[in-house]
């Protein structure tokens, strides 16, 4: 009886908020109609602020009817080594407006993170939901993804066994054995490495191909099906071992980004290279890659063509978009905009991936989900979201149970639930030795392997080839500036630092074991 009469209750005020929402305006009409004197504080209550705190705007949002169950199209733009600041809606000095549009339309998450930040194992974990160490794809020849868990249930083939047309154009980053190609793809067109290319005879931008592969799959794809789409874009991945970096589209150098000046990083100085762990020195692979790229002499040319070729992905990101909607598709289309991996610009001296500094690891996530209520689009979310989400999200709206192995979640409970429970931190780890101690990476001295625990507050790194650990006050130290282990600041207590270690060596413990995060 209880449950009924709260029904009532709530029933017969939303019926008298509908009232007072058609009442008000109606009566401020009538009162000019006839001469009233109407108070400033009188049309105030029409403001959207009084709308809620008289609860009616809630009202409205109340009644948006369930979202629909039906499964999603799903088209998933996956680019190449963008930080988080290589989009528009946080820094005007670089120019996305489709993707700062599918923002506005949906969510985007900002501290949205990799849980390993390099190519070819971050798309593995997008593949299989789990962690590097679960997945042991940790070099690009490797096949161990196929087999560490059934091949059968990780994304793709679970989209294609429950009816999907599954289709992947671009970056790939592993081997393609035949019977697992099967499996997962009914349409695939791999390449990457150049910005420039053949195609059909002619000399084409790796992104124009991108788009016009993903547009021909639109196209072609069986009209009676549902379609899951990975767009796989190269840019604004740097082409490694040629002289010069990136090599956007002659249009873009002629066009985008005239005369501008993109300001330095903060931490783009000597003197934070100097306070660097020892080992992250003039030999590193940081070190190496940014000569030449974001050093002082060549930062402004090499940021600014970055910065168009972003321009460029998100050019193409519109177009498929309007690809969509003249198919009609659009509105139930489930779309997603996200990286494998961050990258450092001249931060700290260094360029490229790996290391589990803030440019690296913190990378862009937007959803734009026709589920999502309006009350929840355009908003910035701040809550922990990972790379092994992507795969139980996307199964999550194709009506698909994620395998019991994936270790993610499925990250519309942050915009579907009202009061959902989430993690509040997580455990990072680059690292292509032994899973829990680190030894056999190749690359010490180069590219050291190194864990992470990561909180709003703090953040703990190990570096497990030199036994040699870092502490951070994320808070108030957002750039990871102050190593308090070394500074031995007030903030660097023994409580701390304890209370770190202990959830660290819990965390990795059980996120290495294969377990749920």
């Known amino acids: 009886m209880a449950t009924v009469k709260r029904n009532q209750e709530l029933s017969n005020a939303q019926w008298l908020r509908r009232f007072l929402v058609l009442f008000l305006p109606l009566s401020v009409i009538l009162a000019f109609i006839f001469g009233f004197d109407i108070q400033q504080s009188s049309l105030e209550l029409l403001s959207e602020r009084s709308l809620v705190e008289l609860g009616l705007l809630a ?20 680019a190449d080594d963008w930080t988080m600041k290589v989009l528009g809606k946080l820094n005007p000095d670089v120019k996305t407006p489709n993707i700062d549009r599918m923002a506005d339309n949906g969510m985007l998450f900002s501290n949205n993170c990799v849980t390993t930040s390099v190519c070819w194992m971050s798309r593995a974990t997008l593949m299989t939901g789990v962690y590097s160490a679960i997945h042991r794809e940790v070099s690009p020849p490797s096949e161990n993804m196929y087999t560490t868990n059934p091949w059968n249930e990780t994304l793709f083939p679970l989209m294609k066994q429950r009816g999907y047309y599954t289709g992947l154009v671009g970056k790939y980053h592993a081997p393609q054995p035949e019977q697992y190609m099967k499996m997962a793809f009914d349409q695939k067109r791999f390449y990457y490495g150049w910005h420039y290319m053949k195609r059909d005879g002619k000399t084409r931008h790796v992104t124009e191909v991108n788009e016009a592969d993903a547009i021909q799959f639109l196209r072609q794809r069986p009209k009676d099906k549902k379609f899951f789409l990975k767009v796989a874009f190269f840019a604004t991945h740097a082409e ?38 020892p080992f992250l020195n003039e030999k590193c692979e940081g070190r190496n890659r940014w000569r030449n790229r974001f050093d002082p002499e060549n930062y402004q040319e090499n940021i600014v063509n970055l910065y168009r070729m972003a321009t460029e992905v998100d050019t193409a990101v ?28 001249g931060e700290h001296g260094l360029a490229e991936k790996w290391f589990p500094f803030e440019e690296s690891i913190r990378v862009p996530l937007v959803i734009q989900d026709p589920r999502m209520p309006k009350r929840n689009r355009g908003i910035v979310n701040e809550d922990w979201t990972l790379s092994i989400d992507l795969a139980p999200t996307i199964l999550g709206a194709a009506g698909i149970e994620p395998s019991s192995f994936m270790q993610g979640r499925d990250i519309s409970h ?27 990476h ?43 282990l070394k500074k031995n600041t007030v903030q660097t207590t023994d409580d701390i630092y304890v209370k770190m270690k202990t959830r660290y060596a819990f965390l990795k413990d059980w996120v290495q074991s294969g377990n749920k995060v």
Do not use: C
């Open 240 to 277: 490694d071992g040629s002289k010069v970096s990136y090599k956007p589209q002659k249009s873009s150098m002629e066009n985008l980004y005239q005369g501008v000046t993109i300001p330095t990083p903060k931490t783009a100085t000597e003197e934070h290279f100097k306070e660097l762990p």
């Open 318 to 345: 519109g177009n498929i978009i309007k690809e969509l909607k003249d198919q009609g598709v659009y509105n139930n289309t489930m779309l997603i905009f996200t990286t494998d991996n961050g990258n450092l610009h």
């Open 59 to 78: 009202a409205v949002e109340d009644d948006e009817p369930p979202p629909s169950k039906d499964p999603l199209n799903v088209v998933l733009f996956y």
């Open 414 to 440: 942050l915009y579907l639930d009202k009061s959902p429970s989430w993690r509040q931190d997580f455990f990072y780890e680059y690292n292509r030795g032994d899973p829990v101690t680190g030894e056999g």
């Open 442 to 484: 190749i690359g010490m001295n180069w590219i050291d392997a190194s864990f992470a625990l990561v909180t709003k507050e703090w953040k703990y790194i190990y570096w497990p080839q030199q036994d040699y650990e870092q502490l951070f006050h994320r808070s108030i130290d957002p750039y990871d500036e102050w190593d308090t």
